[in-house]
């Protein structure tokens, strides 16, 4: 045992280790089926060098770093093997993003099978990237994959973490471009890349067109961004390799570990409800994490732990139940059978001067017209704290200058008589009227303490692109098309030329004390979490006109705009 592992060990609550002694491999060669060598690393306790489960990480981000964690497991009674993604960390080849992950996986399992030392059984394991190369393998399983734990992660990338409700993530794809052009540096660069990068994404953020951006910070073209920002259509088969929703009905058990404010959450946990929807056999942690929280990291180590002692050494289960969510606010664990918990679901509506209430809008009420801003993507509207891959912006962060601007819209509740707790999917709906047919509406939910200051809790977006111009008086109301990918929303457009927009939101879970409030924000963006929309309508990569837009937000009897707030017991 060394003293990383004994600190991370109490840190993560992982109990005693059965063993102190653990044996490192080191680069491990794999053939792949087209001649391509792929090197691993495997951490074994040395009293028992065979037989025993094995976990397999596979990485594109390097085998040395994750060698805490596998000498965690390794502790525990597993061999680990950590495997270095096609391309990457010594392993042969290129490595293109998701495209071989699911052929060298089964490949990597396959090997696996055939060494003296495997003993029969094995379980996928990892955060992020490493989760998606357990999803590639797990609708058809390979021989001996008795379990999964992908945490912070989902099934999906295109429509998860690249375009979210049809818009393009800049800040999370301009980080994880930076970081990979460090990785391979060596620690002390990697270490000083992280500190600077605040500072050095930020051309990324500002440069036009968007097939610039990564030069702006890397001075170089990264093939697979380009892809990205070439392929920004829902359907276009460019995306079909790493697309790993295709079947639910042989998936081995699985435990998901998320976060309130990760990139993937909404579908991971449509991918934990697909399963149980199938019969299979999943589990659900979500706690108050963004996604390169180390306090997730130790929380999925301790979970995947005990999920891989229960299926891979028949070990009795310590937890029963199926979901377990941290409820912000109250700072509490809570055990379900299931997702979504129960709820009552309530519609809060917008209301003149900037009021939030459970109570609908009468005619009286509505007699000043829409509410209005004018959205400038020469000056987007900035996106603060929420879920993105950028440490130095993610998670819950103080909204008092976002709100400041004029191009966001507030809504706040009274001061709450009683605490309430709000846990579940939630879901906007509101009424616009824009001034131009390309437009985004991004809807933010936050909470208000009894000092007054607002933190986010969950966004939605949706980006819109009608194709054809917005009539002055149509007399039907016909439904639009939208960027988005199916499940993030809908446009419908009314008889009086409104259009009803619904944009689904990051699930949470939190309760409110008394005498705090509910606020909602609407606005037309939140750059660079979601990238400005350009308002000109030009392709996404090319595009550099910018068009401002003048927006009406409608809250009246007709025009009942509100967020479903999932009001629930637990």
């Known amino acids: 045992m060394t003293v990383v592992s004994r600190v991370l060990g109490r840190l993560g609550h992982l109990g005693a280790p059965e063993t102190t002694d653990v044996v490192v491999d080191r680069d491990l060669a794999m053939v792949a089926p087209d001649g391509v060598t792929l090197l691993a690393d495997r951490w074994y306790p040395r009293d028992h060098p065979t037989g025993r489960p094995t976990v397999l990480l596979r990485s594109p981000y390097g085998r040395r770093q994750f060698g805490p964690f596998a000498r965690l497991l390794a502790e525990r009674g597993y061999q680990v093997v950590v495997q270095s993604c096609r391309g990457s960390f010594g392993s042969g080849g290129e490595w293109v993003p998701f495209r071989n992950e699911a052929a060298d996986g089964r490949a990597t399992y396959a090997w696996l099978a055939e060494q003296p030392w495997f003993g029969a059984v094995a379980a996928g394991f990892g955060p992020s990237y490493l989760g998606l190369t357990q999803w590639a393998v797990a609708t058809d399983p390979p021989a001996g994959l008795a379990a999964i734990a992908p945490m912070v992660t989902a099934r999906r990338f295109r429509d998860v973490v690249v375009y979210p409700g049809g818009s393009f993530t800049l800040e999370t794809g301009a980080t994880w471009l930076y970081l990979l052009q460090h990785q391979e540096l060596g620690l002390a660069q990697v270490i000083r890349a992280q500190i600077r990068a605040r500072r050095l994404l930020g051309p990324a953020f500002t440069t036009l067109p968007l097939s610039k951006a990564e030069q702006a910070v890397l001075g170089r073209e990264v093939a697979f961004y380009q892809d990205w920002l070439l392929h920004d259509q829902v359907g276009d088969p460019w995306w079909d390799p790493m697309d790993f929703t295709t079947d639910t009905s042989r998936v081995p058990p699985a435990t998901f570990v998320g976060g309130w404010y990760d990139i993937f959450l909404p579908a991971q946990v449509d991918d934990f409800v697909a399963l149980r929807d199938a019969g299979r056999t999943a589990r659900l942690t979500i706690g108050p994490w963004t996604h390169s929280s180390p306090r997730a990291a130790l929380a999925g180590i301790a979970d995947g732990i005990e999920w891989f002692d229960q299926h891979l050494r028949r070990r009795p289960a310590k937890r029963t139940a199926a979901v377990r969510l941290w409820i912000m606010g109250r700072d509490k664990w809570v055990d379900l059978d299931a997702w979504p918990p129960p709820a009552v679901l309530q519609r809060w509506y917008l209301h003149p001067q900037g009021r939030l209430s459970p109570e609908a809008v009468d005619a009286v009420d509505a007699v000043d017209g829409p509410d209005r801003f004018r959205y400038d993507p020469a000056d987007p509207t900035p996106g603060v704290g929420g879920p993105s891959l950028n440490a130095a912006n993610s998670g819950p962060r103080d909204q008092e200058k976002r709100e400041q601007r004029l191009d966001v819209l507030t809504y706040t509740s009274d001061p709450l008589e009683r605490p309430m707790t709000v846990a579940g999917p939630l879901n906007a709906e509101i009424w616009v009227r824009p001034s131009v047919e390309f437009v ?36 039907t109301a016909v439904a639009i098309t939208h960027g988005g990918a199916p499940g993030w929303g809908e446009v419908e457009r009314t008889a009086d030329g409104t259009l009803r927009v619904r944009v689904r939101m990051w699930p949470t879970a939190v309760t409110w004390k008394k005498g705090q409030r509910i606020r909602v924000q609407v606005a037309a963006g939140a750059h660079p979490l979601f990238a400005r929309n350009l308002g000109s309508g030009e392709p996404l990569g090319s595009g550099t006109r910018l068009v401002a837009v003048n927006q009406e937000i409608y809250r009246d009897a007709e025009h009942p705009s509100a967020i479903e707030l999932p009001v629930s017991p637990i």
Do not use: F, K, M, Y
């Not at 933190?455 to 692109?465: A, T, V």
């Open 440 to 475: 985004d509406v991004h809807v933010r939910l936050c909470t208000v303490d009894d000092r007054g200051r607002s933190h986010n809790l969950s966004d939605g977006i949706l980006r819109l692109h009608p194709q054809h111009p917005i009539p002055a008086a149509p007399e």
